[in-house]
Structure formats: structure tokens, C-alpha cells
């Protein structure tokens, strides 16, 4: 079963994004708290991460920067989850390869479904490797 991980100071969206990825067969893991991200990430070891930008103590850049840093976390896809509208090719311009895609708040549910199995596909282009479909 893959692990997602949704960091995101706003308990009710961590919840949501609980109950929609876990309907279809996902395993979700919630950090609220910017002060264990680094700690949890490296405990939970996801195969996506969902990250907000705009949190309270470390923004959701400065995650960003750290999870780039380490080796252990640095492959991990990264879908923003974000209240502001950004471009997505400027974000990967600036952050290479681990920033997949974004979801803009407030979300639809099957939109970030789509986009979460998006962000999990091959990145050789030879298919899909553990959706939840295939669980």
C-alpha cells in the first residue's frame, strides 16, 4: 500500500485529504506541526508528500528546502497543496523534479485523487507503479 503524507497546519484539510486518499486505497500519514515534519518524514517514509505553503513557524518553501536537502527524503514527489495560484512549470523551474503538480484550495476531491496517481506514475513513462487502483 503506498504512503501519502499531507502536511498541513489546518487539521480539517489533513483530515479531508485522510478520508478521500484512504477511500481509494491509500495509506495517509497527517503532520500538522512544521516543528516534527522532518522527523515524521523520515519515520513515515511516504511515497508522495502533499505540502501547504502557507503554514505558521516553516512555511511550506522552507519544508520544501529541507526535504531537498536530505538525501533520504530528496526523491520524494511532491504535490503543493496552496490557496495561492501559481505556475507550475516556474515552481519546477525553481525546484526541479520532486514538485509534481499542485492542487489550489479550496479542492476538488476526485481532482486531487487524479493528481496524487499523477504524481506517483513512472517517471520513465513505463506506467503506472503501486495507484491504488493496482492495490
Not at 498541513?8 to 495517509?28: C, E, F, H, M, T
Not at 500538522?32 to 515524521?40: A, Q, Y
Amino acid at each position: 500500500m503506498r504512503k501519502i503524507m499531507v502536511i498541513d497546519d489546518d487539521l480539517n484539510v489533513a483530515d479531508i485529504v485522510r478520508q478521500a486518499l484512504g477511500s481509494v486505497g491509500y495509506k495517509v500519514a497527517a503532520v500538522t506541526s512544521t516543528s516534527s515534519v522532518m522527523k515524521r518524514v523520515l519515520e513515515e517514509n511516504p511515497s508522495l508528500i502533499l505540502l501547504d505553503l502557507m503554514m505558521p513557524s516553516l512555511d511550506g518553501w522552507q519544508v520544501l528546502e529541507l526535504l531537498q536537502s536530505h538525501p533520504r527524503t530528496a526523491h520524494i514527489p511532491i504535490v503543493i497543496l496552496t490557496a495561492a495560484v501559481h505556475s507550475l512549470p516556474d515552481i519546477q523551474s525553481y525546484y526541479g523534479g520532486a514538485i509534481r503538480d499542485y492542487v489550489t484550495k479550496p479542492f476538488d476531491i476526485d481532482d486531487l485523487i487524479a493528481k496524487v496517481n499523477g504524481a506517483l506514475r513512472d517517471p520513465t513513462g513505463g506506467g503506472e507503479i503501486g495507484l491504488a487502483a493496482d492495490l
